[in-house]
């Protein structure tokens, strides 16, 4: 089977692999879809901070079983599956965070991924496609990390809600916080995005804090209060630290975004506050299956986010482009037929 590799940052290779035989409490997958997400993207770069080379990316993924032990899964079913694998008895699991397994094995990031013809995964993994086009399905993981993030923040309806960063999952955040009721307020530095936040997502108020000052608007919109619930999906260590300035009197601060570096604010202005700082990490099968029934229903337009789609062989050579914002990607999808 083709087998793209990412043998060191930016650089990837093509190679021949055999296809892989599934054993008790495996599947084995056929992969149609690929989903590039920012993972990906910093992994490519060398920013990843939990990856290591040589590395098989993608975790994004739809694709028809081909062999599996997994009750009411059948042969030839279009699936997609939760790529964060783990152990069922750490204290997390314990407590149905699968999320945060103690030795958490994310598909992609610790282990092989899915750039790849065929796959294995665990079978307790799948997550069954109810109808859903093998677009669709490859958008599932990617939009659950918005709604977990949500869920995490337990938003009441009309709430100010700051999302900062309108990449992939800072878009997914945003549709999941108007879903869930919020006035929702975009921030970024590329004007395009902050149109698309305007234009496809009906966002509220839009922010880039490198042409305007980002905390009066934000005074404004509030008139005076602050955004009670703010955000951060870029992994930018420098607008996670920014970011504090922005909470409430008794608001709360959602990190989604990850970066290598230490977080850095001023103790006294967040205690004052009685600020409250959490991480969102992953998804659950949860936020899995309210992601395919918003999308069941219509909540949500898959065709606003895919903007770029390539055919497997092709990847290498159009992957570097997808780092540049000029060229307007939101989401790329391979497809693999």
Same mark, same amino acid.
């Given at each position: ?173 945003? =549709? ?97 506050? =009685? ?13 899995? =299956? ?46 693999? =037929?």
């Amino acid at each position: 089977m083709k087998t793209l590799i990412c043998s060191s940052p930016r650089n990837f290779e093509y190679t021949n692999t055999a296809i892989p035989v599934a054993g008790p409490g495996e599947t084995l997958l056929k992969i149609k879809r690929i989903g590039i997400c920012g993972t990906d993207l910093h992994a490519y770069e060398g920013t990843q901070p939990f990856l290591s080379y040589p590395r098989i990316l993608g975790h994004e993924l739809a694709a028809e079983i081909v062999t599996t032990d997994a009750e009411g899964f059948t042969v030839g079913e279009a699936v997609t599956f939760i790529p964060y694998f783990n152990c069922g008895k750490c204290i997390a699991c314990k407590m149905n965070k699968h999320n945060c397994c103690e030795t958490i094995n994310v598909c992609g990031v610790h282990s092989d991924g899915g750039m790849r013809e065929y796959l294995i995964v665990p079978s307790y993994s799948l997550v069954h496609g109810e109808g859903l086009s093998f677009d669709e399905l490859a958008l599932v993981e990617p939009l659950a990390i918005g709604a977990h993030g949500i869920r995490r923040a337990a938003i009441t309806e009309g709430e100010y809600t700051l999302v900062i960063g309108a990449g992939p999952i800072g878009l997914g955040t945003m =549709e999941f916080a108007k879903i869930a009721g919020a006035k929702v307020i975009a921030m970024d530095i590329n004007d395009d995005r902050l149109k698309f936040c305007s234009e496809k997502l009906a966002v509220d108020y839009v922010i880039n804090p490198k042409k305007e000052d980002a905390l009066e608007k934000l005074k404004k919109i509030t008139t005076g209060d602050m955004p009670t619930l703010i955000i951060d999906a870029t992994g930018s260590q420098e607008a996670i630290n920014n970011g504090f300035k922005y909470i409430s009197h008794g608001g709360r601060y959602v990190l989604i975004g990850l970066q290598k570096g230490e977080i850095s604010f001023s103790h006294p202005e967040f205690h004052k506050r =009685e600020s409250t700082l959490m991480s969102s990490r992953n998804a659950t099968r949860i936020d899995f =299956e309210r992601v395919i029934n918003c999308l069941k229903k219509g909540s949500i337009n898959p065709s606003n986010y895919i903007t770029h789609r390539v055919k497997f062989n092709a990847v290498k050579e159009n992957f570097e482009s997808w780092l540049n914002p000029s060229t307007g990607v939101v989401k790329a999808m391979i497809e693999i =037929e």
